[in-house]
């Protein structure tokens, strides 16, 4: 399985479609046994194509802060299950989630810029 995480700095990227880059881990067994970074393209996420990108890569998960409905529609019709509301350090989060403590916060944004994340 391959989560991908939203990343600025180490920490999940407060909005995924502008985030500095996607950090792909790949999961074995529960564990992480490697990950690596893929560049954020320019512009929205929504219509950026990173949804198609992400499933070529075989991304099953987005592990992301906010989001907007589009965006989480766009990857959901990728087959891509999309968890909101998370934050902190990225490799300490995808542990939490293999671990069963993420759920999704069910919260999005509900305009298209959304300026302070």
């Not at 990343?7 to 407060?14: P, Q, W």
């Amino acid at each position: 399985m391959k989560i991908a995480v939203p990343t600025r700095d180490s920490r999940v990227d407060d909005h995924f479609g502008h985030c500095d880059h996607y950090t792909i881990f790949t999961i074995e067994n529960r564990q992480i046994v490697s990950r690596e970074n893929l560049p954020s393209p320019e512009g929205c996420g929504c219509k950026s194509g990173i949804a198609a990108v992400l499933k070529e890569m075989g991304v099953e998960v987005m592990l992301a802060g906010n989001m907007g409905e589009g965006a989480k529609n766009v990857l959901q019709k990728h087959d891509i299950a999309v968890i909101r509301g998370c934050k902190g350090d990225i490799e300490t989060l995808v542990q939490s989630y293999l671990l069963g403590f993420i759920l999704d916060s069910g919260e999005g944004c509900d305009h298209h810029d959304c300026g302070n994340h």
